[in-house]
């Protein structure tokens, strides 16, 4: 019974640090709690923000209401959503799983009052809000005071007698401590708060996100209707995208190595018949049938090599993307920020990306530079492929950028190419590669 008591305290403990999503390798309360102060800072600087935005919410919805205030609605709630995003960004980093909502076509703010009500992330973004602005700051003020309290009230009968009298207090002016006896309790003070702040510390910046956590990430409902669509949508284009590769392969097959083939047996065919009559002439056919054979090899090296290129299982994303930049013929730098590897399914992926961005660049742009980058962040790849060249990518004029488009689809990412008249020309792609 005895011996089950640390490891009861040390699962309570262990429970404490979990709710910020400290996990595992965070196992010291006194840096989780000053982490947990550290970030209680920063969510309290947030949530200054929140309650300075909250009166202009208000003012911007009076005037709305009064028909002068229309054209306010829309920055107003884009400020809002980026404050939303801050505290995104920093939940995240507590690693929180909170994916903005603000993704594909209802990226835009409401622009009226009606918009801004039927609008649910809005309407959770400004509650998120409200709940920062007054709840959130305090618990952040709170965890910001806790060990600067802590230290204070410890070293108190230290200093205290040189202390104004306006600073003979203890915890955070709430007593006052003017003599040696009270000075002393300043140490019991302290070790108490410092003893809370260890035990709560966590605890309270799991409170404080909270709000966060379940007001700042898609509406579950919107969410699932939005994505059945998005994935019935996606389920066509990997059934299509899979139709084409399998035509492509269909054709590179047929139009090269069974065409060599035939080739070969017609050759082998004519050797056959010389044979008898004319060994020399036997002896030229089967050279050039012998060399129709190892060109079809060749090309056979070559489909199977575009259906998953060995360069990546052997070199790994950067090495088999170093690769395409060298043999690109405008000078291209490659720079890769991948920990680990992805799925094969995401690394092929974004290979061909880079493939087909770069055969354009060469093939089209006019570019004297090129740069592919390739970050993961999360749970998303990323990748841009840029050139300085004329620009007017268009992925009507041919079928590259349309394949693109559809294996990145496949995938449920996204893809954004960016190249006006005269340049320059991006194409940037979001790939899930779930961990
Ligand atoms: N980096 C680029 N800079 C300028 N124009 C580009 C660039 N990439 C593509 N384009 C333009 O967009 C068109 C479509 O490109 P896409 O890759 O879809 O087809 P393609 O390269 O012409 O043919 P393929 O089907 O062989 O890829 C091209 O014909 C070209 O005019
Ligand atoms: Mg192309």
């Given at each position: 019974m005895?011996e ?6 040390r ?6 640090l979990r ?12 840096f989780a ?5 550290g ?9 200054i ?9 208000l003012l ?17 709630m884009q ?13 995240r980093r ?7 909502p603000?993704?594909?076509p ?11 009500r ?8 400004l ?8 709840w ?15 230290v204070r ?18 915890l955070?002016?709430?007593?006052t401590?003017?003599s ?9 003070t302290?070790?108490?708060v ?5 035990l ?14 379940n007001l700042?990430g898609?509406?579950p409902?919107?969410d ?23 035509r492509?392969i269909?054709?590179?097959?047929h ?19 010389e ?5 020399e002439?036997a ?8 060399t129709t054979?190892e ?7 070559a489909?199977?090599r ?8 052997d ?9 395409l930049?060298s043999?690109?013929?405008?000078p291209?730098?490659v720079?890769v ?6 799925p ?14 770069l ?11 090129a740069s ?10 990323r990748?841009?492929v ?6 007017g990518?268009?992925?009507e004029?041919g ?10 689809e ?7 190419v ?9 194409i ?8």
């Open positions: 005895a089950d008591q640390p490891g009861r305290w699962a309570r403990f262990d429970a404490l709710v910020d999503g400290t996990q595992g390798d965070s196992r010291s309360l006194l709690s000053l982490r947990a102060s970030y209680g800072a920063v969510g309290a600087a947030y949530g923000l929140a309650l300075y935005t909250l009166p202009l919410v911007t919805g009076a005037l709305a209401v009064l028909g002068v205030g229309r054209p306010l609605v829309a920055p107003m400020w809002v959503r980026i404050v939303a995003g801050l505290e995104r960004r920093r939940l507590l690693g929180h799983d909170v994916e903005s603000y993704t594909g209802i990226a835009e703010p409401p622009r009226s009052l009606k918009e801004a039927t609008d649910p992330s809005a309407r959770r973004d509650l998120w809000t409200v709940l920062h602005g007054t959130g700051l305090i618990l952040g003020a709170i965890l910001l005071q806790m060990p600067f309290i802590a009230d410890v070293t108190y009968p230290l200093w205290w007698y040189f202390a104004p009298e306006s600073e003979q207090q203890i955070n002016g709430l007593l401590a003017q040696a006896n009270t000075a002393i309790l300043g140490c019991a302290g070790i108490a410092f003893a809370l702040w260890l709560f510390g966590p605890k309270i910046l799991g409170l404080q996100a909270r709000p966060g956590v700042l898609p509406d409902e919107v699932l209707s939005e994505r059945v669509a998005r994935l019935t949508a996606t389920r066509a284009a990997a059934l299509d995208a899979h139709a084409v590769e399998l492509r269909e054709r590179a097959l139009d090269g190595a069974q065409n060599r083939l035939v080739a070969v047996n017609v050759l082998i065919g004519a050797a056959r018949r044979v008898t009559r004319s060994p002439r002896d030229e056919i089967l050279e050039r049938a012998q054979v060109e079809s090899l060749a090309e056979l090296r489909v199977v575009s259906i998953l290129p060995p360069v990546l299982e070199r790994g994303l950067a090495g088999a993307l170093s690769a930049a043999d690109c013929a405008v291209c730098t720079q920020d991948v920990e680990g590897r992805c094969a399914s995401v690394e092929a992926t974004a290979y061909f990306v880079v493939a087909e961005s055969t354009n660049v060469a093939k089209h742009s006019r570019a004297t530079y592919v980058v390739v970050i993961r962040r999360w749970n998303t790849l990748v841009v840029a050139d300085d060249g004329r620009g990518a268009d992925a004029g079928s590259g950028l349309a394949g693109i488009a559809r294996r990145v496949a995938l449920d990412g996204t893809v954004v960016s190249s006006p008249e005269g340049g320059p020309t991006e940037r792609v979001e790939l899930p590669c779930g961990s």
